[in-house]
């Protein structure tokens, strides 16, 4: 496609390649979306091209029942779109043109939106098609329209001159109302729902009709109740002036306004009568139409009964008939006989004559006889079918003796035929003036409210709306902003931050695309209009323009958390705070400073490798578990079974807690259901989540520090980077206390200096009120167990190294089903010693399974046999990693145990009460892959060296794979040397694998 086939408009080719981009990398994808596993697959139907399957469906969602779907028949094949033909029973049936066997995979179609965005864009470059290419161009940069201002805004927005606005909101409203294309720039917590909603009040005012636009429903609900509050006093308001069309997601507006701004709604309001009408005569007509029927019922049994008397009469002469030939053909036979009998027996002088004449007479006589016969078949035949006729007339008889009453008083047949035609045409007649109703309704519209991928969607939008205003923008890809400028005959506003969320995109990012395809895809995907109309260089920082408006004053954040999203996001322009440093939470010894920094450096959890060990915490987790305890106990969240307190007072109300990856979320919304009820439902989950929303306490857990890296979340720096976006949106949630989990000293050393987190961590040191991990989860000792009642028992709580073994073996002595030991390496002397213990536990019943690599030495061998022999199971996998303790199903040790090694445990070690935490551990080791076959080192200088060798003095190596950054631990915990030729570190080949199972 040339910018000739696109209508003059160059962009439209970067566009849409953009948007074919991303619909590849979205179906090339393998995670980022729920996935259905479909299991023992039947064909059950085709037509040759479609094939329906039926399957049994694991972790089917309804919500899936009514959107597009794709199918693949194994994993990493390629996507097929599917059809939901039903769901019930557990079982689904599909209709597609895959070929799929027993097995296959089920996911939404998250690429339908991207694919009508395209065929939006495809039918453009043919022609405009009603939309404004103009408008469009300015989100690119394109001839930007002079700034302009309206003299008399105290014309359009109600009680101008009284309204709580400052300086900076005044001036985004009137620059809004005055020109063709506005940039509304603002930060979290400044007023931004309001300037719009006060943009839209004056842009209808002003004769425009409005589309608002956002990418979320939370934030179109958000606005468009802002702009019921507003305009609810206008003439016409309740019969549809402003319209949500769409699912209606916030629960406020719904109550408030639904029956005014829901289109259906409206219509069914003021349709009633019509609508009651039409039911009438629906019934009036099914009424008539039933009398009908036995009208009809009637002249059809009578004909039927005319019939049937005459078939029974033609069958009574039928049988007549055949009596009166048999009786016929009985005389002939009689002659026949008499005449036979008279001939005898042929003799004499014409013996010859009389023996042709008998054969002549006994053939006739064969042939009478036969006609007798069949006359007497026929006889019984029609008397049979005399009979039965005769039954069914007087059962027709019956049926119209049994109508007669019903048909008493019923007007005739033509008199009802011409009541229900004059019914029908009154139901046609009222059912379009419905339709009409439905297009009143429709016209009434004059400020529209719908997400932007509905809009892109429904072509029905185009020319329809004078002004549109993209709210969030900042989350809206570049392709879709661009076509939702095109909307608008005259007026573009633009409104958002785009220091916060970005959009969510993947072709910048995919792997299975070349650079080019990426750096296209950064360029005309990942921006956001702000970016693409050169507002923001290239270091992130703002470029003044007159058609920017910036605020800058927030009303949302407690000075000092303002001051820490300044650090983060707006060293370059400031936010002042325009509220009161007060706090609406009961007072708490936790709270005892808006900003408090929670340091767990000094109860590290023992570092996971792997590349999802930096995505949970289990200590960050205990620390948040006695935030919340501290917290009920301060009275500032309701205790566990409290009921009745006011909506404001619950859990989800006053707290969240934002984690940057998924696991960590995952695992803190199960563990707080499980130890704090079900009302901490809504308390935890990622950035992206709380995107809109704000709280009086936000706990923000860094999670960095129990892996060995600080992850992606952290790894951005700059103003444009996703690191200060999503720090921003999680920072800025907090209204009055903000509460940092975080150790400090692995993100000081891990974090890249001078970046956003580097900063933000920075600052909280110098400036916040700091806790140390020990002043929530608590010190023990094994002795402290026994004394503990079952509350204490299940609060997360740390053990020195050499008070481990006492408290495990507690636990073991206590324990009520179940014992499982995660242990990669076996030593005789701890296995020995922990079988005295385990044995008597064995013999009344306790079942104890252990989890270790298998036996690589003949030592492994005879510890397996004797844990074996003892009652235990011994279950052996590669790669396994984890060290901990698992009782009953409910309580883990966690850190660096080392139960059956020579050295035990050889950190603190934390116990936590938390079936969850159990479960994950054990899919951790079932997802383990196998150990990739060994591998000689390479080296530019040397031959190739095996990973495990003798050396010159035949004593064996055992090759390690140390970063730089473990050199000193590595000698440290195992005397590992350098062997320079092989550029390896090395340990001797009988070291313990436990010392330096990290490395292999």
Same mark, same amino acid.
């Given at each position: 496609m040339t910018a000739e086939t696109a209508g003059g408009r160059p962009e439209l080719v970067e566009l849409l390649r953009a948007v074919r981009a991303e619909i590849d990398a979205t179906l090339g994808a393998e995670t980022g979306f729920d996935k259905v596993v479909l299991t023992e697959g039947q064909a059950v139907g085709g037509d040759g091209e479609q094939h329906e399957y039926s399957f049994a469906a694991r972790g089917w969602k309804d919500s899936f029942a009514d959107r597009p779907l794709l199918v693949r028949a194994r994993p990493r094949a390629d996507w097929e779109p599917a059809e939901l033909v039903v769901a019930e029973r557990g079982r689904l049936r599909l209709r597609t043109s895959a070929a799929l066997g027993a097995k296959a995979e089920l996911r939404e179609d998250d690429t339908s939106g991207l694919v009508t965005l395209a065929e939006q864009l495809e039918q453009t470059t043919s022609g405009s098609g009603g939309l404004n290419l103009t408008a469009a161009g300015w989100l690119v940069g394109r001839s930007l329209p002079a700034a302009g201002q309206c003299p008399d805004p105290e014309r359009y927005v109600r009680d101008w001159r009284t309204l709580q606005l400052n300086d900076r909101q005044r001036a985004a409203v009137v620059r809004a109302l005055g020109s063709d294309l506005t940039f509304i720039w603002g930060p979290p %917590?400044? %007023?931004?729902?309001?300037?719009? %909603?006060?943009?839209?009040?004056?842009?209808?005012?002003? %004769?425009?009709?409005?589309?608002?636009? /956002?990418?979320?429903?939370? /934030?179109?609900?958000q606005a468009v109740e802002r702009l019921c509050e507003l305009l609810s006093a206008e003439s016409g308001f309740a019969d549809g002036l402003v319209q949500r069309v769409g699912d209606i997601a916030v629960g406020s507006l719904k109550e408030k306004y639904g029956d005014q701004i829901e289109p259906q709604k409206i219509v069914a309001r003021l349709s009633a009568a019509l609508a009651a009408e039409i039911g009438a005569l629906r019934d009036q007509l099914d009424v008539v139409d039933s009398r009908l029927a036995l009208h009809r019922e009637y002249a059809e049994l009578t004909r039927s009964l005319a019939q049937l008397r005459g078939d029974a009469g033609q069958a009574a002469r039928d049988a007549a008939a055949a009596a009166a030939r048999a009786d016929r053909a009985g005389r002939e036979a009689a002659r026949l006989h008499a005449e036979l009998t008279g001939i005898g027996v042929p003799s004499g002088?014409?013996?010859?004559?009389?023996?042709? =004449?008998?054969?002549?007479?006994?053939? +006739?006589?064969q042939a009478v006889n036969q006609d007798i016969a069949n006359l007497a078949a026929q006889h019984q035949f029609a008397t049979a079918e005399q009979q039965r006729r005769t039954a069914q007339a007087e059962a027709a008889e019956r049926k119209v003796a049994a109508l007669l009453?019903?048909?008493a008083g019923i007007a005739p047949a033509d008199q009802l035929v011409t009541t229900a035609k004059n019914l029908r045409e009154r139901l046609?007649?009222?059912?379009?003036?419905?339709?009409?109703?439905?297009?009143?309704?429709?016209g009434n519209c004059r400020v529209m409210g719908t997400t932007v991928a509905k809009a892109v969607q429904s072509r029905y939008l185009i020319d329809k709306f004078d002004t549109v205003v993209i709210d969030e923008a900042g989350m809206v890809n570049l392709p879709s902003a661009w076509y939702s400028a095109a909307l608008a005959k005259k007026?573009?506003?633009?409104?958002?931050?785009?220091?916060?969320? @970005? /959009?969510?995109?993947?072709?910048?990012?995919?792997?299975?695309?070349?650079?080019?395809? =990426?750096?296209?895809s950064e360029r005309w995907m990942d921006r956001d209009a702000f970016h693409a109309v050169g507002l923001v260089d290239g270091q992130g920082r703002v470029r003044p323009h007159d058609c920017l408006v910036g605020l800058n004053t927030q009303y949302r954040m407690h000075s000092a958390i303002c001051a820490v999203v300044n650090t983060i996001a707006y060293p370059d322009a400031p936010l002042i705070t325009g509220r009161a440093d007060s706090s609406r939470l009961p007072p708490s010894p936790l709270l005892e400073a808006p900003l408090v920094l929670v340091d767990t450096a000094s109860r590290r959890s023992a570092a996971r490798g792997g590349s999802g060990g930096h995505k949970s915490n289990p200590v960050h987790e205990a620390v948040i578990h006695e935030l919340v305890r501290g917290l009920q106990y301060d009275g500032v969240l309701p205790a566990r079974k409290e009921e009745g307190g006011p909506p404001d007072a619950r859990p989800a109300a006053r707290m969240a807690v934002i984690a940057p990856y998924r696991d960590q979320v995952r695992a803190l919304q199960g563990s707080l259901a499980y130890r704090f009820g079900a009302d901490y439902d809504g308390v935890v989950d990622t950035v992206h989540r709380f995107q809109g929303s704000q709280r009086p306490l936000v706990v923000i857990d860094t999670v960095a520090g129990a892996g060995d890296k600080v992850g992606f979340f952290y790894e951005g720096t700059g103003l444009s980077s996703a690191t200060c976006r999503l720090l921003n949106v999680a920072v800025?949630?907090? +209204?009055?206390?903000?509460?940092?989990?975080?150790?400090?000293?692995?993100?000081?050393?891990?974090?890249k200096p001078h970046g956003e987190a580097a900063r933000m961590v920075d600052y909280l040191q110098r400036h916040a009120h700091r806790l140390d991990v020990g002043d929530l989860v608590p010190f023990r000792s094994a002795a402290d167990l026994a004394g503990l009642g079952p509350n204490e028992l299940t609060r997360p709580a740390f053990f020195p190294a050499d008070e481990v073994p006492r408290a495990v073996a507690w636990d073991i002595a206590h324990a009520r089903r179940s014992i499982e030991i995660y242990c990669a390496f076996l030593d005789p002397a701890p296995v020995e010693r922990w079988l005295s213990k385990l044995k008597p536990r064995i013999g009344s019943g306790l079942r104890v399974t252990v989890h270790t690599r298998p036996a690589r030495r003949s030592d492994d061998e005879r510890q397996i046999s004797a844990l074996e022999a003892a009652g235990c199971t011994v279950m052996q996998r590669e790669r396994m990693h984890e060290k901990v303790v698992i009782v009953d199903d409910e309580v883990l040790w966690h850190g660096s145990l080392n139960l059956l090694a020579g050295t035990g445990p050889t950190d603190l070690m934390m116990r936590i009460t938390d079936p969850g935490a159990c479960e994950r551990v054990r899919h951790i080791v079932g997802r383990? =892959?196998?150990?990739? @076959? /060994?591998?000689?080192?390479?080296?530019?200088?040397t031959e190739v060296r095996p990973l495990s060798e003798p050396n010159g003095n035949g004593a064996g190596r055992l090759y390690l794979n140390v970063p730089f950054a473990e050199k000193d631990a590595a000698k440290k915990a195992a005397k590992a040397r350098w062997d320079a030729k092989a550029r390896r570190w090395y340990v001797p080949h009988d070291t313990p694998r436990h010392l330096v199972e990290r490395w292999l």
């Open positions: %917590g400044t %007023g931004k729902t309001e300037v719009v %909603g006060h943009v839209v009040e004056g842009n209808h005012r002003q %004769g425009h009709r409005v589309l608002f636009l /956002a990418p979320t429903k939370v /934030a179109v609900d002088l014409f013996a010859a004559r009389k023996a042709r =004449r008998r054969d002549e007479l006994l053939a +006739q006589l009453p019903k048909l046609e007649a009222r059912q379009e003036e419905l339709r009409t109703v439905e297009e009143v309704v429709r007026r573009v506003v633009v409104a958002g931050d785009f220091r916060q969320l @970005p /959009a969510v995109t993947r072709a910048s990012s995919d792997r299975n695309a070349g650079q080019e395809t =990426r750096s296209h800025s949630r907090a +209204q009055d206390h903000l509460v940092v989990v975080a150790d400090v000293d692995f993100l000081s050393r891990n974090l383990a =892959r196998p150990d990739p @076959p /060994a591998r000689p080192a390479r080296s530019a200088r």
